[in-house]
């Protein structure tokens, strides 16, 4: 079974400045998709970057931007210049391109962003 | 604006009652995805349709929980009797075989 794991429960960065978020996850497949979402105090699920693991070219979305390294099964997360609106839980997750479609969640990572 | 609609947003019940929980996924998404977030298991699959069948309800506790999409724009998640564990939010999400899944705003169920 695939499982996502983030180890950083909380992480927290000064306005304006860089912050890299990490997620590693385990699977036997070679093909799939990676996704991070935020989840603003609102509770709503906004997804923010996608990755598919065939391309190599790391996903960017103005600010965000992932640093994915497949053989490491490794997917962070760097938002730049970042801005008080970025405070949310932050949720890494596994998709099988093939057969069972669900999303796989790691536990999340609460951003704080100190002003 | 597409989006995924769901009602109630907020909904407070007396264990044993029945919930009905409503999802309105976007135009043209032909998957529908039933998800519960709780601070001890985090997001966690319930159930999910294509195409409105059913292709895995393995994440959902038979005995009172029921999914059903009686049509193309509505899907339905039902707990009969309801029970305290079962508080939590309830997210629908839809999407198409090939891509993302987005979210609706979620049903944070609170079971007394």
């Known amino acids: 079974a695939q499982t996502v794991t983030q180890s950083q429960p909380e992480m927290s960065v000064q306005e304006a400045e860089t912050v890299t978020l990490s997620c590693t996850y385990d699977?036997?497949?070679?093909?799939?998709?990676l996704f991070w979402y935020k989840q603003p105090p609102s509770r709503q699920m906004i997804l923010v970057i996608r990755q598919e693991a065939y391309k190599q070219q790391n996903a960017t979305e103005n600010r965000f931007s992932v640093n994915f390294q497949k053989a490491a099964k490794s997917f962070s997360l760097k938002i730049s210049d970042s801005q008080l609106g970025d405070a949310a839980m932050y949720f890494c997750?596994?998709?099988?391109?093939?057969?069972?479609?669900?999303?796989?969640f790691g536990q999340g990572t609460r951003l704080t962003i100190n002003p | 604006d597409a989006r995924v609609t769901q009602t109630p947003r907020d909904k407070v019940t007396e264990m044993g009652q029945e919930v009905t929980m409503r999802c309105q996924p976007i135009l043209g998404h032909n998957t529908v995805f039933w998800y519960r977030q709780t601070m001890m298991q985090g997001l966690e699959l319930l159930a999910y349709?294509?195409?409105?069948?059913?292709?895995?309800d393995s994440g959902m506790p038979k005995d009172r929980f029921s999914a059903e999409m009686p049509d193309a724009t509505l899907a339905t998640l039902k707990i009969q009797p309801s029970e305290p564990r079962d508080s939590a939010v309830y997210f629908c999400?839809?999407?198409?075989?090939?891509?993302?899944?987005?979210f609706g705003p979620g049903t944070r169920l609170t079971v007394l």
């Open positions: 349709f294509r195409n409105r069948a059913p292709l895995d």
């Open positions: 999400a839809s999407g198409t075989s090939t891509d993302t899944q987005y």
């Open positions: 699977t036997s497949e070679s093909d799939y998709y």
């Open positions: 997750a596994y998709r099988r391109m093939r057969g069972a479609q669900k999303l796989v």
